[in-house]
């Protein structure tokens, strides 16, 4: 994204700062193992205000200082750019990321020193990365303010997420521009995946294949480990082992995004391993599918956050008790978590941004439902999990795991389903299903 968009978003940002100041930076990088790190992924927050993605980075915002948004950057060495990669650098960091001005990382410490004596009230990221986050308190504990002189003494320490969790809920047109390109091209990698599934291959097969179309189609990353789940491997909502043959007559259900420009997708679609639902997995599918576009329905301006979820669990109720799993009134069950809970256990929308549960995730203001409004993504994906071992449900039911989701963005005049490029009706599922090939 141009640098522009990251200096209007830095002027919105002193507006609601004031005379506080902030400290925040780049993410610690992890090591995997020995001397091997984990790729690098910056810290969201870090990019959102700095548009930074290097490592070993910070930065400090006070508008009272005579350099408001300080930047701090790894300086230019040539051995180490051998080993790992070139380097902005100090000088050239400072333009191309809009600093007043930018000095080595070393230096980050002595500088934030030097805004306390006019800092009564920090921001700072809080329970992100608790190293960084304890240093800086450290450094504020030792701090001892010269009254005489008039320096003044942080007497407020604040989450730095309470502005930047707002803003970074409603999102941009540079950043629209980015996801409906991710979206678009990793639900083309969904649909390239449903092609080449066929019995016999295995779960780790079809990982492979997704994950080379999201990365063949630009991804620099994966939003999120794949879900690859086949028959009742689709019970466990985080299943990423993926190490299972497909079988013929079961459900397979993917869940996986791409990660493009640092910003996220998110989708989920269940389908027969062999191109046909069983009547079984078609009963239970209707009801999901039904469930989701209820969902998406409720997704507009004005809007309340927990509307989409209402709307889905209704239809899933109302579905549950045709089939006779459970008895009794949606409008008791909706009440009652537990009673579900076996059958529906997670929520139906998280935001989506630059991290798959994007920023804002209490979804609440004042114990009330958030409003949406026009430029909010978040995904929509209601389920239905039918337990190997509970009385209530059919055998034909049994194990069968099903999750629809998709990434809608908030329009003024209603949604914009970004991820509507993979097929989830019964019929264009069963016509794509097994129609392409793993590649070899
Ligand atoms: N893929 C994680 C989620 O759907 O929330
Ligand atoms: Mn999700
Ligand atoms: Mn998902």
């Keep these: 994204m141009n640098i522009e968009v990251f200096s209007q978003r830095r002027t919105q940002f002193f507006q609601q700062l004031g ?20 790729p690098y992924r910056t810290c969201s927050f870090f990019y959102y205000l700095t548009g930074c993605r290097e490592p070993n980075a910070a930065a400090i915002f006070s508008a009272s200082s005579k350099a408001p948004f300080q930047l701090f950057v790894q300086p230019k060495d040539s051995m180490a750019e051998v080993w790992n990669g070139r380097r902005l650098g100090v000088d050239l960091a400072k333009d191309v990321y809009g600093a007043d001005a930018c000095y080595s990382i070393e230096l980050w410490e002595e500088k934030f020193k030097q805004t306390l004596p006019h800092t009564e009230e920090l921001f700072l990221l809080m329970g992100i990365h608790r190293k960084q986050e304890n240093h800086v308190l450290d450094i504020l ?20 997420q309470s502005i930047l969790s707002p803003m970074r809920m409603v999102k941009d047109s540079g950043e629209l521009a980015l996801m409906r390109e991710n979206c678009t091209n990793s639900a083309r990698a969904h649909a390239k995946a449903m092609a080449a599934t066929r019995p016999g291959l295995f779960e780790y097969q079809i990982a492979a294949e997704i994950e080379f179309q999201f990365k ?14 086949g028959g009742e491997n689709a019970l466990i909502l985080h299943y990423v082992d993926n190490k299972d043959v497909l079988r013929d007559g079961d459900l397979l259900l993917i869940d996986a995004g ?32 039904q469930s989701q576009k209820a969902a998406i329905q409720a997704v507009r301006p004005g809007a309340r956050f927990h509307d989409a979820h209402d709307a889905a669990l209704r239809v899933l109720l109302e579905g549950l008790l045709r089939l006779k799993i459970l008895t009794g009134s949606v409008e008791e069950l ?32 004042s114990g009330e439902s958030v409003i949406l409004v026009p430029g909010n993504v978040l995904t929509v994906e209601p389920g239905l999990y039918m337990p190997t071992d ?3 449900v059919p055998a034909e039911f049994r194990g069968i795991g ?34 392409g090939s793993v590649k070899i």
Aim: without cysteine; hydrophobic residues 35%; charged residues 25%.
């Design 19 to 38: 005379k506080a100041s902030a400290i925040l930076f780049a993410a610690p990088s992890q090591v995997r193992n020995d001397d091997n790190s984990f």
């Design 334 to 365: 909706m009440k009652d978590r537990k009673s579900y809970g076996a059958f529906y256990p997670h929520g139906t929308s998280h935001w989506l941004g630059l991290d798959v549960h994007d920023a804002g995730a209490t979804y609440q203001r």
């Design 216 to 229: 063949y189609q630009g991804a620099s990353d994966l939003a999120y480990p794949s879900i690859v789940a």
């Design 402 to 435: 099903i999750r629809i989701e998709d990434d809608v963005l908030v329009t003024e005049s209603g949604r914009e389903v970004l991820t509507e490029g993979v097929p989830k009706e019964i019929a264009a599922i069963e016509a794509l299903v097994g129609s």
């Design 390 to 392: 509970d009385a209530r």
């Design 141 to 160: 504990r030792n701090h001892f303010p010269n009254r005489k002189n008039g320096e003044r003494e942080v007497v407020a320490i604040r989450k730095l």
């Design 258 to 289: 791409g990660e493009r420009g640092l910003y996220a997708s998110d989708i989920t679609r269940t389908f027969p391993v062999n191109g046909k639902f069983s009547p079984a997995q078609r009963q239970l599918y209707e009801i999901v599918l």
